[in-house]
């Protein structure tokens, strides 16, 4: 398995001036909206309750950005999935057809209560994609970083030392889309591969559990895939 890093520095010319819909109104959802703001997307945010009853906390978290309903999401570039991964049976699917959806999602037993699905040999984000279906093209990045570090550790394309992020996709338009929107907001783009590769940068591995540069993502990935005692 190869793993390409995105952009060798130079400044992403797609990923600028995109409609940018965040399905969920947590901190991280919060975080990925404002520095989406900053980078100059266009930003919705929705939640499973009427616009109405986020617009000021919107106004308020995410200046610039606004609150819709959720079906109001659907003809966005991309969308952010970042509402509880605990509740994803109740999401609203028809919204996410058609869509190029980035999860941000982590599997918390302590937070979410042990949800056997998550449990097994499939990735967090595999599980998530059998459940919306074909229709849905999932890409799996931003996960792995804190979501007070999504605003402060961004950096501009080729400044040294930039932190660089795992993502992970089975469709390669789609990831080279969320590359591109991921080093628009401040960071460098390591692609680990198929979705299941996800598993590689999940809570719990050595990725998920510090900060790297692109170099440094990538050895670990390789390593993640040595056989055992190698």
Do not use: C
């Not at 106004?59 to 609150?67: D, L, N, Q, S, T």
């Not at 984000?125 to 804190?146: P, Q, R, Y």
């Not at 402060?152 to 080279?176: E, I, V, W």
């Amino acid at each position: 398995m190869d793993f390409t890093t995105g952009h060798d520095g130079e400044q992403s010319r797609t990923g600028r001036g995109l409609t940018i819909g965040v399905l969920g109104a947590g901190r991280v959802g919060t975080a990925v909206a404002r520095q989406a703001v900053r980078a100059g997307h266009s930003v919705t945010i929705a939640t499973a309750r009427p616009a109405a009853e986020i617009r000021l906390l919107t106004e308020v978290i995410v200046p610039g950005a606004r609150a819709v309903d959720s079906h109001e999401l659907r003809g966005a570039d991309l969308i952010v999935l970042a509402a509880p991964l605990h509740r994803y049976r109740s999401f609203d699917v028809e919204t996410l057809r058609g869509h190029i959806v980035v999860d941000v999602s982590n599997y918390w037993s302590e937070v979410d209560g042990r949800l056997d699905e998550f449990e097994g040999a499939l990735s967090t984000s595999e599980v998530l994609a059998d459940f919306l279906g074909d229709e849905v093209t999932l890409v799996k990045t931003l996960n792995h970083i804190g979501y007070g570090f999504i605003e402060t550790d961004a950096r501009p394309a080729g400044a040294d030392g930039r932190r660089a992020l795992a993502m992970a996709g089975d469709d390669a338009d789609a990831k080279a889309a969320v590359a591109d929107f991921v080093d628009s907001l401040g960071f460098d783009v390591v692609d680990a591969g198929p979705l299941a590769a996800g598993r590689a940068f999940e809570n719990g591995t050595p990725i998920f559990d510090d900060e790297f540069t692109a170099p440094e993502i990538e050895r670990l990935l390789h390593e993640a895939r040595l056989p055992a005692g190698v």
